[in-house]
Each structure stands twice: as C-alpha cells, then as structure tokens.
C-alpha cells in the first residue's frame, strides 16, 4: 500500500513540474507574437467579410482605407451637409453580427450622439462622417474598429464583425 501511495505522489509531482514548465514557456509573449496574431486576426475577419459579400451578391459595397464596408441606399439620398467630428447627430441603428444574430436595434428611439466623443463603435462614426441626414447605409465593421478584442461585455461577443444598418436622421 505504502508504496503505491510513493508511486501515486511520484505521479503527481512529475505533473505538477510539467504543468508549471510549460505555463512559464508560455507567458513569454513578445511584441513580434502580438503583431503576428494581429495580423491572423485581421486575415481571418478580410476572409470571413469576403465570404460574406461572396454569399450576398446584393451588396455592392465600397471600402474605407480602414477597412469598413458601406453601401448607401439607392432609393435614399439624403440632402443638406455631410457629418463631422463634433456634431451631434440622431441614429437609427440595427445591429447585427454576420451570422444573423441580432444584437441592438433603435426601436422606438433614435440614438443621440456626438461625433468623436461617444462610446459608439469608431467605424460606425467613420461612416456616419461620410452620410447626408436622410440617407441609410448598409456598413460592415471589423472587430478593431467595433469592439476589438473582448466585444461589449454584454451582448457582442469578442472578435465579432459587425453588419450595420444606419439611417442618419438628423446633424
């Protein structure tokens, strides 16, 4: 018994050793590891956004130097001035992931919002610069310029791509 009980803690040890070996090979993340999963990260949502557009032949987006998908709606073109940081603006929003799952939408009342100074998704902003009150426009949001790495903590999940439908209201 005494020398299963021996045996049993020999186990254990060599577990434990090898456990705390391979935690400490892993906590030498370095600054060339995270400029290469970035870089993953970013092929991975270029590749799913490609897939989708592939999927949705209906969508005829244009592309920011950032990034961001947008496509204005034919049959709304909106009038007066473009956007810009500092103005407040009225929003409806529908936001979903690229998957279908919805996740926030402007139900009975708009979003109100200052341009640049606002928790909103920075692409969302980007876009709405680009927008004439009246006009919705279809935008597709990568993760780092949404809600990066760890999504909203409620509802986003971490990683997620966002499809938009925004409709400017008013500056």
Not at 36 to 51: G, P, S, T, V, Y
Not at 97 to 110: A, E, N, V
């Amino acid at each position: 018994m005494i020398r299963y009980i021996f045996i049993l803690l020999i186990i254990i040890t060599s577990c434990v050793t090898e456990t705390k070996k391979n935690v400490t090979e892993n906590k030498d993340w370095s600054v060339e590891h995270s400029i290469d999963f970035n870089k993953e990260l970013h092929q991975r949502e270029e590749l799913a956004i490609k897939i989708y557009l592939e999927h949705h032949k209906d969508l005829k987006m244009l592309e920011t130097g950032s990034g961001i998908r947008y496509q204005f709606a034919e049959n709304r073109p909106g009038q007066g001035p473009k956007a810009h940081l500092g103005d407040q603006v009225t929003v409806n929003l529908s936001i979903d992931l690229l998957d279908g799952t919805s996740c926030y939408k402007s139900d009975t009342i708009p979003d109100q919002f200052v341009l640049g100074r606002s928790d909103h998704e920075s692409g969302l902003q980007e876009v709405i610069q680009l927008m004439r009150p009246g006009q919705k426009t279809k935008v597709i949001i990568p993760s780092y310029l949404a809600h990066g790495l760890l999504g909203d903590s409620e509802i986003i999940p971490p990683q997620s791509i966002l499809l938009i439908d925004v409709e400017l209201i008013s500056i």
